[in-house]
């Protein structure tokens, strides 16, 4: 696996960094209103962020972040993942996208078809981050298979948030004990390219014949 962090990283926040010291908030209803009935606001900590705004564009104290979370139970099912889970930040080849026993329960014109679009990316709307000394470990459990220490660490395009922040600004160096982590060239390249297809991918409904 190559280095996924860089070894000396800049002061100003990149695309991909690794970041702290902020909250996040949901906004939570059942039925969309004018007012605020029904309206609940919650606010949680996370540990880390990802941020998602690139550094040519973040300028007028605003960055979009998403909080890193623990990886999920069915990435453990793959072996592919399990040998490396960073794998799932790039296109990878057909029979790798599922486990072997769903693999095995395709057709012969399911397998055929996988195979003809060739490479592909699983979980379109997740990255993974490599483990660091920084990020520390967690426990996963799923049944009574447990993993006690897990290093990698995800964040989800759907859970992207912006921050307003009076500290944030083009080329500005972060805030101290705020960035923690910044990506390798090829860690921030791989970020930047599945986070295009998540929100550039074109549903059938629009593709013209």
């Known amino acids: 696996m190559q280095p996924f962090y860089a070894d000396n990283p800049s002061k100003i926040f990149r695309l991909g960094d690794v970041i702290t010291g902020f909250h996040s908030a949901e906004v939570e209803m ?3 209103h ?13 540990k880390f962020f990802g941020v998602m705004t690139p550094c040519c564009s973040i ?3 605003v960055i979009s972040v998403a909080p890193l979370v623990p990886l999920r139970h069915k990435f453990f099912d793959n072996p ?3 040998e490396d889970f960073t794998r799932l930040n790039s296109r990878i080849e057909p029979q790798n996208t599922l486990p072997p026993i769903a693999w095995s329960n395709l057709t012969p014109e399911q397998r055929t ?3 003809a679009r060739g490479q592909s990316y699983i979980f379109i709307e997740c990255f993974v ?4 000394a920084v990020l520390g470990t967690y426990p996963l459990k799923k049944g009574t298979q447990a993993w006690p220490e897990v ?3 995800m964040l989800d395009f759907k859970s992207i948030f912006k921050i307003d922040c009076g500290q944030i600004e083009r080329n500005r ?3 101290a004990g705020i960035k923690l982590l910044e990506l390798r060239i090829p860690a921030r390249s791989e970020l930047r390219e599945k986070l295009a297809y998540f929100f550039g991918r074109v549903p059938d409904e629009d593709i013209v014949s």
């Open 129 to 132: 981050y490599a483990p660091n």
């Open 80 to 82: 592919h993942l399990f």
């Open 59 to 61: 300028e007028n104290k």
């Open 151 to 153: 290093g990698h660490w």
């Open 30 to 32: 059942d039925i969309p």
């Open 173 to 175: 160096e972060a805030p």
């Open 113 to 115: 078809d996988l195979l």
């Open 34 to 46: 004018d007012d605020a009935t029904g309206l609940q606001i919650r606010v949680t900590r996370p």
